[in-house]
């Protein structure tokens, strides 16, 4: 029987996300998110892509952007999934359910309501809120997450250079592990939480 497939995070402090760009960015229209997932050595270490769905999924990312309903499986390097995450249609308090290889359900990403910053929280398997995630207006491309106001990880946006930020939505983030006891599964929900970030708040058509 075949085991399912795994990705130790125990080992890292960082990993860099980087988005596959697609070439029709350039002519204003939005394509399936993929991206690349290294460590400090610049070492491909898993990979992430949103599930297709054809010319519907095409017509729903560039009229409904982030609120689309939409699945995202997580690779790792020999192309087996190791973890997915699933977004259902939300107007408001938008929410990101994941879960591990065998569909075991090890937690949830949902948005807070806020006016000047971008807040969410992170859930474990049981529901409970772990993490609160806020931007700072004076840092709104870093994300510090937070636990009995102990920084225990942060995710921040990199600059992807002036032709990548104006032309087209390729993201670069940092994921970091401040807490070196974080668990594998809270390591886990923070590196799907950097791409929930990247889609909800950087994704160009959901931010029109």
Known sequence: MNQPATLNLMPYKRLFVRQVRELAEL????????????DETETVVAFAAEESKGFFGFFMRQFLGHWRKFNIHFMDASNQVIMSAHHPFRWYFERL???????R???????????????????NERGMTVMEVASPIWKIWTFNFMHQGRQIASVQKKWSG????????????????????????????VMAASLYIDIVFFERKGNQ
């Open 105 to 123: 359900h090890i937690g949830a990403i949902e948005k807070r309501f806020s006016i000047l910053t971008k807040r969410f929280d992170i859930h």
């Open 27 to 38: 002519f204003g229209f939005e394509t399936r998110n993929k991206y690349q997932i290294k």
């Open 162 to 189: 002036f032709f990548s930020e104006v032309f087209t939505d390729r993201d670069n983030f940092m994921v970091e592990f401040s807490d070196p006891t974080l668990s594998q599964n809270e390591r886990m929900l």
């Open 97 to 103: 359910e994941i879960k591990d290889a065998t569909g």
